[in-house]
């Protein structure tokens, strides 16, 4: 769920060999930190640290940081996985023992990374969590997840339980009886799992780290607003928000890598530049999109070299507001420290209804001068895929403008189509030209 730091597969995962990508140095710099935190994970046990898995989605990582775990983030191991073409092998590795074709692959693409014998995307050894910390908000498929791996290779689970937002609020009930498991439950499980003592003081430090990093992104993802966009709020999106949602909210390398980043889009802002694509700067903007669902990662450059050879640009997307949705205000504080934490969980996109999410898509059209929206359902994904086509109904009935229905999966390369996607992509863009020749837009 999170970001494509190793999008360059080793030549022997791959046949023929890629042209170098080009990149914005912010993005060279995240896949450093990603990478850093595969190796931090690979020596934790030499250096006498416990692990704890959790997912991006609700993560908890300032509160995980309080008790020096070295994090890992499932969804995140997979999707690295699919980029570097090694996850089909691990999704039919964990069909072989047992799990049907239905699951989630990145369930799948996870147990068969340890199937395989732990060796993670970077090729070091992945060691088995101390915890698997599930902060639960929205995605059924999370419990059953930790509850496949706790069967099969241990671990200790601890549960957080976070409230669906049924009728579209956050009462403070709600926020009290997150905060009280917090409180009563999850921080003593983690100071006995651990050894460290909870030290709030420490966790204010962190989440004032958080507050500064998550100024810089949302500023950064609103540049698309102008046009030409300086940024792809879909592609080039999952490069930025992979530092925050995974394991650096809270620290001063996530609040650097953001001032860099910041100013680097600024700069092409200001340059009146378009995005940053893996063949160079982009074309040109011809439609502006919104997409829901996340990407396909199997063949990411090869899905993304579809809208951009089309002259399309997405402006904004949910997915890029998987691991918290900051652009409507929401910061960490570090002045209601487990209130904080509480209100960011609930928050998710996830954890959002079918309402508050087309409310959402709705504004981003309005905000963003969208010509139109296109989801991505993807196949093993219900958390996403559930409700998506009663979104695009009503998402169209309200602004008037196009939408779009394409198919793929996460994680697994059987369920990409190339040509399939290629040939919708083509019909809806030839769609938007008509909607504007009739509206006498050129």
Not at 26 to 44: G, S
Not at 404 to 411: H, M, P, Q
Request: glycine share 8%; proline share 6%.
């Amino acid at each position: 769920m999170s970001t494509p730091a190793g999008s360059r597969a080793t030549p022997a995962a791959q046949t023929t060999t890629p042209k170098a990508v080009v990149k914005e140095d912010a993005m060279w710099l995240q896949k450093a930190l990603i990478n850093r935190n595969y190796h931090d994970l690979a020596t934790a046990r030499e250096r006498g640290r416990k692990i704890a898995a959790t997912f991006v989605p609700g993560n908890l990582n300032e509160l995980l940081m309080c008790f020096d775990f070295a994090r890992s983030l499932p969804e995140t191991n997979a999707l690295q996985n699919a980029l570097r073409k090694r996850s089909g092998k691990l999704v039919m590795e964990a069909e072989r023992d047992g799990q049907s074709e239905d699951v989630c692959t990145y369930v799948k693409a996870d147990i068969g990374m340890f199937l395989q014998g732990e060796v993670g995307p970077t090729g070091e050894p992945l060691p088995r969590p101390d915890v698997l910390l599930l902060s639960y908000t929205g995605c059924f498929t999370f419990m059953k997840w930790f509850e496949l791996i706790r069967h099969k290779f241990g671990g200790e689970t601890v549960m957080l339980h976070v409230p669906y937002q049924a009728d579209g609020r956050i009462r403070p009930a709600m926020r009290d009886y997150v905060v009280k498991q917090l409180r009563e439950t999850v921080i003593p499980a983690l100071e006995r799992i651990s050894g460290v003592k909870f030290d709030i003081d420490r966790l204010r430090e962190y989440l004032k780290e958080s507050q500064k990093a998550e100024e810089d992104l949302v500023a950064v993802l609103q540049t698309a607003k102008h046009r030409p966009s300086p940024i792809d709020g879909y592609f080039g999106a999952v490069y930025y928000i992979g530092p925050i949602f995974t394991a650096f909210r809270g620290t001063p390398e996530a609040t650097e890598y953001y001032r860099v980043l910041r100013a680097e889009i600024e700069a092409r802002l200001r340059a009146g530049k378009g995005p940053l694509t893996p063949e160079g700067d982009h074309p040109g903007e011809k439609y502006r999109l919104v997409v829901e669902g996340p990407p396909n990662w199997t063949h990411f450059r090869d899905f993304w070299k579809m809208f951009y050879d089309e002259g399309a640009v997405v402006v904004a997307s949910t997915y890029s507001k998987v691991g918290g949705v900051y652009d409507f205000g929401f910061r960490h504080d570090p002045a209601r420290p487990l209130e904080s934490l509480a209100e960011y969980c609930l928050g998710c996109y996830t954890n959002l209804n079918f309402a508050q999410r087309i409310d959402m898509i709705c504004r981003y059209m309005d905000d963003y001068r969208a010509d139109g929206l296109l989801v991505n359902s993807i196949k093993s994904c219900n958390s996403f895929s559930a409700g998506q086509l009663l979104i695009l109904r009503e998402v169209e009935k309200r602004t008037g403008r196009p939408a779009a229905f394409i198919e793929s999966d996460l994680v697994d390369p059987r369920y990409f189509s190339a040509a399939n996607i290629r040939n919708r992509l083509e019909s809806y863009f030839q769609m938007i030209r008509q909607k504007r020749l009739a509206a006498g837009v050129h």
